[in-house]
């Protein structure tokens, strides 16, 4: 295979330094909410899911939400990516006020903003082979009219990138691949398509632990890459500490606390955040059973 | 995609349904060539001939024979004249003339025959035997000794131009045909129906006309049901409303009722096979609906749908490769089961009379509906509506046994 | 030396798979628990830790099927019975089980008297139901389980209740060893908390006498049970006490596992994590020699055929590995400088 020595990038052979960005604030603002409330049902049964949260994430900028199941984090981000209306507020996107009211526009917006959802195994379509997810990025990004070559490379490259083997990927079903190879899939995915901002909706929480950090990595290494913004939600306070620059708590739909990753996980404010860092297990620090109120 | 196809072929379930249903349509393809001809054609006169083979009696007469002496030649002609009724009777006769009788077996046609012989004498008068009676065993013993009897049997032809009776053949008791040299032998395995048509070749013609009509009911319903399904699952919101607005008023509604309404509504002529298997169609799609738009509504959520939103997909391209491939599986066992309740639905019409009008081609309900009528479950002609009976069993068995297989295979709960 | 509770001697399993192909899911695996102590087994997905669980039991069904090997229960064997004695005699009381989904097995139309009813009635069928009562609502007491979530219906328990619930109904009979296949993955964190003091409140009081604890979060392993076992492809690879396998793992491949490990806790955010590249062979047909060699930074030609023992080093730990002690603590040294 030609192709296959233009492989220079790859953060399981070298070594990724972690850079956290300290000029975070400086940075123009991506992704602004004001106010976003989303309400499920109409009548007496309303369940209010996200009450007007406020947000601003900035470019490069790695931000992880932080919440446990029913916080109302993964309607955020179905708001955020725009499968779900806002009931009420608005999304500011680059700055200005996010239109996405027709088909068209919408999927001009969805070139600015891709995902990697909870669960590699629902996310590939079990009948198309994996190139034709990654010929369908190359496609999506104006890359229809690429020669064959030029798209196998393009593909190489991006599976490169996430440590996979294109020559063994290729013509081969989703199903074939594990839990992780699928994400880091999902990762090359990403690359292709180059959006501006990434969510990431639990992309760890269904694999491995030993696989995890071979996602975390590549998602910062990709940050770094592409200078592109990532979303990371999480119900893990230890992802997102080690992961990210800013962090929101949330909790019911509100976030309780914001602030830089160390700020938030060394020295909470919220008592929700206090909560939550001392039921994960720790292994530097005595884990306090006592605390556990049934 | 060749995998799943082994996996199905593993099925054992599937591989019987198969096969059963396979041979019912080779013997659609085959018995037509053995057998051609219309099958309404009424080759018989007179109602529900029995099954077996039939040989002209006319061209036996003229056909060469041959002389074969055979043990118990007499006995047999005997027993053929000798009902197990007539049987009875000699016994009766006998306990009534005060003769012993133990240790007589009535099957026993020779010392029967022998006992009669020595004991019957017309003349008696016995006490409390009607007239009828006595001139019925005069009968019976007439009859016994004609069978006994070594007479030749003569054969005359009555000349056209005279009217004069002339000797044509004599026949020994010892002369036998070839079968194979008469001119005119036929074969009903089935017999006839009460209009004298063939059963088998009707059967034959009625199992491939109801498939048909199975067919295309199994593919209205599914075709419409899918659609709906889709429709309403995928979109949601307004348009599901008006999709389960419908389909709850056609699960509320009776659908057989709806049937025989429909029907009763065209006229007889208008109603061909076709026709009702649309009719059948139009009523059996509800469960299809329902079952696809809940398995659609649960695929809308996926993650992959998701992704193929947000990478700009179009909606049909979403609902073709998306959301299609997930739920073909449960189309196709879905549409399984609608062939053979399309089946069942057509019989039930038909047994109603509400049928394909009767002229145009035999199916499996309309035979039934004139075996019923023409009253062939009183008068013992079975093979007028069994073998319909079991046909339609068989059909809806091994569709149902295709459906279960493929449930096996595709229902990751169900897989041992 | 306390005693032993629990003793397994060289089992081996198998998967026979629909296309009959043999799958050796548990590889001659041997271990002992002693009184009072917790087991932590720790690997990837798919090294063998849940079969190994169900091997554990001594209650095969198919597609598992066992092949040699010895399993002990306070002294008493329990391989080689057939499942019917096995499912009498053994499970609830000697051995219980607890999976991950644990908390999905309760039947939505009973409510939970009726199943702690159930347990006991199928080892004492004479046993009186107010007395079970009794029984039922001191233990849930002592567990820290309200008295009303015996009258209740699964579907009225959030999903940590409900497993609480279930291992409290499991344990009713005192079950000598406790399973607990990942009973805590399916679970926001603070249910995991709970669930996890029910399990130590269960040691601590007695009702259990040994527990394996099976998880592939490493940092809860850590806290919960007192020594660590790591799997790789159906074998043990190396075996220690929490606290030496987290800081201190002498098998690449555990190495490789610790080094995944994150917390929040200062000294994680500028940590290197480094993961262990490639996936576990297939075990259809499992590698010759060390089945670590196909992705160990360390492998030399050797690995790939020499067969390994177990080897015991500094009294009580063992590992799985063709390089020595003092050859592999020199690499890590070296590295981590």
Same mark, same amino acid.
């Given at each position: 295979?030609?192709?296959?020595?233009?492989?220079?990038?790859?953060?399981?052979?070298?070594?990724?330094?972690?850079?956290?960005?300290?000029?975070?604030?400086?940075?123009?603002?991506?992704?602004?909410?004001?106010?976003?409330?989303?309400?499920?049902?109409?009548?007496?049964?309303?369940?209010?899911?996200?009450?007007?949260?406020?947000?601003?994430?900035?470019?490069?900028?790695?931000?992880?939400?932080?919440?446990?199941?029913?916080?109302?984090?993964?309607?955020?981000?179905?708001?955020?990516?725009?499968?779900?209306?806002?009931?009420?507020?608005?999304?500011?996107?680059?700055?200005?006020?996010?239109?996405?009211? /027709?088909?068209?526009?919408?999927?001009?917006?969805?070139?600015?903003?891709?995902?990697?959802?909870?669960?590699?195994?629902?996310?590939?379509?079990?009948?198309?082979?994996?190139?034709?997810?990654?010929?369908?990025?190359?496609?999506?990004?104006?890359?229809?009219?690429?020669?064959?070559?030029?798209?196998?490379?393009?593909? /190489?490259?991006?599976?490169?990138?996430?440590?996979?083997?294109?020559?063994?990927? /290729?013509?081969?079903?989703?199903?074939?691949?594990?839990?992780?190879?699928?994400?880091?899939?999902?990762?090359?995915?990403?690359?292709?398509?180059?959006?501006?901002?990434?969510?990431?909706?639990?992309?760890?929480?269904?694999?491995?632990?030993?696989?995890?950090?071979?996602?975390?990595?590549?998602?910062?290494?990709?940050?770094?890459?592409?200078?592109?913004?990532?979303?990371?939600?999480?119900?893990?306070?230890?992802?997102?500490?080690?992961?990210?620059?800013?962090?929101?708590?949330?909790?019911?739909?509100?976030?309780?606390?914001?602030?830089?990753?160390?700020?938030?996980?060394?020295?909470?404010?919220?008592?929700?955040?206090?909560?939550?860092?001392?039921?994960?297990?720790?292994?530097?620090?005595?884990?306090?059973?006592?605390?556990?109120?049934? | 995609?060749?995998?799943?196809?082994?996996?199905?072929?593993?099925?054992?379930?599937?591989?019987?349904?198969?096969?059963?249903?396979?041979?019912?349509?080779?013997?659609?393809?085959?018995?037509?060539?053995? +057998?051609?001809?219309?099958?309404?054609?009424?080759?018989?006169?007179?109602?529900?001939?029995?099954?077996?083979?039939?040989?002209?009696?006319?061209?036996?007469?003229?056909?060469?024979?041959?002389?074969?002496?055979?043990?118990?030649?007499?006995?047999?002609?005997?027993?053929?004249?000798?009902?197990?009724?007539?049987?009875?009777?000699?016994?009766?006769?006998?306990?009534?003339?005060?003769?012993?009788?133990?240790?007589?077996?009535?099957?026993?046609?020779?010392?029967?025959?022998?006992?009669?012989?020595? +004991?019957?004498?017309?003349?008696?008068?016995?006490?409390?035997?009607?007239?009828?009676?006595?001139?019925?065993?005069?009968?019976?013993?007439?009859?016994?000794?004609?069978?006994?009897?070594?007479?030749?049997?003569?054969?005359?032809?009555?000349?056209?131009?005279?009217?004069?009776?002339?000797?044509?053949?004599?026949?020994?008791?010892?002369?036998?045909?070839?079968?194979?040299?008469?001119?005119?032998?036929?074969?009903?395995?089935?017999?006839?129906? +009460?209009?004298?048509?063939?059963?088998?070749?009707?059967?034959?013609?009625?199992?491939?006309t109801s498939?048909?009509i199975g067919?295309i009911a199994?593919?209205v319903a599914?075709?419409?049901?899918?659609?709906?399904?889709?429709?309403?699952?995928?979109?949601?919101?307004?348009?599901?409303?008006?999709?389960?607005?419908?389909?709850?008023?056609f699960?509320?509604i009776p659908s057989f009722v709806l049937l025989i309404l429909i029907s009763y509504s065209i006229s007889q002529d208008q109603r061909g096979a076709n026709t009702i298997a649309i009719v059948i169609g139009f009523t059996s799609w509800?469960?299809?609906?329902?079952?696809?738009?809940?398995?659609?509504?649960?695929?809308?959520?996926?993650?992959?749908?998701?992704?193929?939103?947000?990478?700009?997909?179009?909606?049909?391209?979403?609902?073709?490769?998306?959301?299609?491939?997930?739920?073909?599986?449960?189309?196709?066992?879905?549409?399984?089961?609608?062939?053979?309740s399309g089946i069942l639905a057509e019989a039930q019409l038909s047994l109603l009379g509400l049928g394909p009008k009767t002229t145009d081609v035999?199916t499996l309900g309309l035979?039934m509906n004139?075996?019923?009528?023409?009253?062939?479950?009183?008068?013992?002609?079975?093979?007028?509506?069994?073998?319909?009976?079991?046909?339609?069993?068989?059909?809806?068995?091994?569709?149902?046994?295709?459906?279960?297989?493929?449930?096996?295979?595709?229902?990751?709960?169900?897989?041992? | 030396?306390?005693?032993?509770?629990?003793?397994?001697?060289?089992?081996?399993?198998?998967?026979?798979?629909?296309?009959?192909?043999?799958?050796?899911?548990?590889?001659?695996?041997?271990?002992?628990?002693?009184?009072?102590? =917790?087991?932590?087994?720790?690997?990837?997905?798919?090294?063998?830790?849940?079969?190994?669980?169900?091997?554990?039991?001594?209650?095969?069904?198919?597609?598992?099927?066992?092949?040699?090997?010895?399993?002990?229960?306070?002294?008493?064997?329990?391989?080689?019975?057939?499942?019917?004695?096995?499912?009498?005699?053994?499970?609830?009381?000697?051995?219980?089980?607890?999976?991950?989904?644990?908390?999905?097995?309760?039947?939505?139309?009973?409510?939970?008297?009726?199943?702690?009813?159930?347990?006991?009635?199928?080892?004492?069928?004479?046993?009186?139901?107010?007395?079970?009562?009794?029984?039922?609502? =001191? !233990?849930?007491?002592?567990?820290?389980?309200?008295?009303?979530?015996?009258? !209740?219906?699964?579907?009225?328990? =959030?999903?940590?209740?409900?497993?609480?619930?279930?291992?409290?109904?499991?344990?009713?009979?005192?079950?000598?060893?406790?399973?607990?296949?990942?009973?805590?993955?399916?679970?926001?964190?603070?249910?995991?908390?709970?669930?996890?003091?029910?399990?130590?409140?269960?040691?601590?009081?007695?009702?259990?006498?040994?527990?394996?604890?099976?998880?592939?979060?490493?940092?809860?392993?850590?806290?919960?049970?007192?020594?660590?076992?790591?799997?790789?492809?159906?074998?043990?690879?190396?075996?220690?006490?929490?606290?030496?396998?987290?800081?201190?793992?002498?098998?690449?491949?555990?190495?490789?596992?610790?080094?995944?490990?994150?917390?929040?806790?200062?000294?994680?955010?500028?940590?290197?994590? =480094?993961?262990?590249?490639?996936?576990?062979?297939?075990?259809?047909?499992?590698?010759?020699?060390?089945?670590?060699?196909?992705?160990?930074?360390?492998?030399?030609?050797?690995?790939?055929?020499?067969?390994?023992?177990?080897?015991?080093?500094?009294?009580?730990?063992?590992?799985?590995?063709?390089?020595?002690?003092?050859?592999?603590?020199?690499?890590?040294?070296?590295?981590?400088?």
């Amino acid at each position: 295979m030609k192709t296959n020595e233009s492989c220079v990038i790859s953060p399981e052979n070298q070594s990724v330094q972690i850079r956290h960005l300290e000029d975070i604030q400086s940075r123009p603002s991506c992704l602004r909410g004001k106010g976003v409330t989303k309400i499920f049902g109409t009548g007496g049964k309303q369940t209010v899911a996200v009450d007007h949260v406020d947000f601003d994430f900035h470019e490069g900028e790695l931000v992880s939400i932080v919440g446990e199941s029913g916080s109302g984090k993964t309607t955020l981000s179905k708001m955020l990516l725009g499968l779900l209306n806002v009931t009420e507020g608005e999304i500011f996107y680059q700055g200005k006020l996010r239109d996405i009211s /027709t088909a068209k526009k919408k999927r001009e917006y969805w070139k600015g903003i891709q995902a990697i959802f909870q669960d590699p195994f629902s996310s590939f379509n079990v009948f198309n082979k994996i190139d034709t997810v990654l010929l369908d990025c190359i496609n999506m990004c104006g890359g229809r009219h690429f020669s064959k070559e030029k798209k196998i490379e393009l593909m /190489t490259e991006a599976c490169c990138f996430v440590n996979l083997k294109y020559a063994e990927l /290729t013509n081969k079903y989703p199903f074939e691949l594990s839990g992780g190879q699928m994400q880091r899939l999902m990762i090359a995915r990403v690359f292709l398509l180059k959006p501006k901002i990434l969510l990431a909706d639990e992309p760890t929480s269904m694999i491995d632990a030993c696989s995890r950090a071979t996602i975390l990595d590549m998602l910062l290494h990709l940050r770094d890459e592409t200078g592109m913004t990532i979303l990371f939600i999480t119900h893990d306070i230890g992802l997102s500490y080690y992961i990210s620059d800013d962090v929101y708590i949330m909790e019911h739909g509100k976030f309780v606390e914001h602030g830089t990753a160390d700020e938030v996980i060394l020295a909470p404010k919220a008592d929700y955040t206090k909560r939550l860092i001392s039921d994960v297990p720790k292994i530097y620090e005595p884990w306090d059973l006592s605390t556990v109120k049934y | 995609m060749k995998n799943t196809l082994k996996q199905v072929f593993h099925s054992p379930k599937f591989l019987v349904g198969f096969c059963i249903f396979t041979s019912i349509l080779l013997m659609m393809i085959i018995y037509p060539l053995v +057998n051609p001809g219309n099958p309404l054609e009424m080759i018989g006169l007179g109602t529900f001939a029995e099954p077996g083979t039939y040989v002209s009696l006319y061209d036996s007469v003229g056909t060469k024979t041959s002389t074969l002496k055979l043990d118990g030649a007499d006995v047999k002609r005997i027993d053929q004249v000798l009902s197990g009724e007539d049987r009875v009777n000699m016994l009766n006769w006998f306990t009534a003339d005060s003769i012993d009788i133990s240790g007589l077996d009535i099957t026993d046609t020779d010392t029967l025959l022998a006992m009669w012989k020595a +004991n019957f004498d017309p003349s008696i008068r016995l006490q409390g035997m009607t007239k009828a009676m006595r001139n019925y065993y005069i009968r019976l013993n007439d009859n016994i000794n004609a069978a006994a009897s070594a007479d030749i049997l003569t054969v005359s032809e009555i000349d056209a131009s005279t009217g004069e009776t002339v000797e044509k053949a004599e026949i020994n008791k010892t002369d036998y045909v070839n079968v194979g040299d008469v001119a005119n032998v036929k074969t009903l395995p089935l017999g006839t129906d +009460n209009f004298g048509r063939d059963t088998l070749k009707e059967l034959v013609s009625a199992c491939g006309t109801s498939i048909r009509i199975g067919l295309i009911a199994g593919t209205v319903a599914t075709f419409i049901g899918l659609l709906l399904g889709l429709l309403g699952g995928y979109l949601g919101g307004f348009v599901d409303d008006i999709v389960m607005f419908f389909t709850n008023i056609f699960t509320v509604i009776p659908s057989f009722v709806l049937l025989i309404l429909i029907s009763y509504s065209i006229s007889q002529d208008q109603r061909g096979a076709n026709t009702i298997a649309i009719v059948i169609g139009f009523t059996s799609w509800v469960w299809t609906a329902r079952s696809v738009r809940s398995q659609v509504i649960s695929l809308r959520n996926r993650d992959h749908v998701n992704l193929s939103r947000l990478s700009g997909h179009s909606l049909m391209r979403i609902i073709l490769t998306d959301i299609l491939p997930y739920i073909a599986s449960y189309v196709v066992m879905a549409f399984i089961l609608q062939i053979s309740s399309g089946i069942l639905a057509e019989a039930q019409l038909s047994l109603l009379g509400l049928g394909p009008k009767t002229t145009d081609v035999p199916t499996l309900g309309l035979m039934m509906n004139w075996a019923m009528l023409y009253s062939a479950h009183l008068n013992g002609s079975w093979w007028a509506y069994f073998p319909v009976i079991l046909t339609i069993a068989f059909i809806s068995f091994s569709l149902n046994l295709m459906n279960t297989g493929l449930d096996q295979v595709f229902n990751p709960t169900l897989r041992d | 030396m306390s005693k032993t509770v629990l003793e397994v001697r060289g089992l081996t399993t198998k998967y026979i798979t629909r296309f009959h192909e043999d799958v050796y899911a548990v590889d001659d695996v041997s271990l002992t628990i002693e009184e009072g102590k =917790s087991l932590g087994i720790a690997g990837e997905s798919g090294c063998g830790k849940s079969t190994l669980a169900l091997s554990l039991m001594g209650y095969y069904f198919a597609p598992l099927h066992y092949i040699s090997g010895e399993i002990i229960i306070d002294g008493k064997s329990i391989s080689g019975m057939d499942p019917d004695t096995v499912r009498k005699t053994v499970l609830g009381t000697e051995i219980a089980y607890i999976p991950q989904s644990a908390m999905n097995a309760l039947n939505p139309t009973c409510k939970t008297r009726k199943f702690i009813q159930d347990v006991i009635h199928a080892h004492d069928p004479h046993a009186d139901n107010k007395q079970i009562s009794e029984l039922a609502e =001191s !233990r849930f007491a002592e567990l820290g389980l309200p008295a009303s979530v015996l009258d !209740r219906y699964p579907v009225e328990l =959030s999903g940590g209740m409900k497993q609480r619930t279930v291992i409290a109904i499991s344990t009713i009979l005192k079950p000598k060893v406790l399973i607990a296949d990942e009973p805590s993955s399916a679970l926001d964190v603070s249910s995991q908390k709970m669930v996890i003091k029910m399990l130590r409140d269960l040691m601590d009081k007695g009702y259990i006498r040994a527990m394996i604890f099976i998880t592939h979060e490493l940092p809860l392993l850590y806290n919960v049970t007192d020594d660590i076992m790591v799997m790789y492809a159906g074998q043990i690879v190396e075996k220690g006490t929490a606290r030496e396998m987290v800081f201190d793992p002498v098998h690449p491949y555990s190495r490789g596992l610790m080094h995944s490990i994150i917390v929040p806790e200062q000294g994680t955010r500028n940590k290197k994590l =480094s993961a262990i590249p490639g996936t576990p062979p297939n075990l259809k047909k499992p590698p010759e020699g060390c089945r670590f060699a196909e992705r160990c930074k360390y492998v030399v030609p050797q690995c790939r055929y020499n067969t390994l023992p177990m080897i015991e080093f500094e009294g009580t730990r063992t590992y799985r590995c063709g390089h020595s002690i003092q050859h592999l603590k020199e690499v890590y040294r070296c590295e981590d400088e």
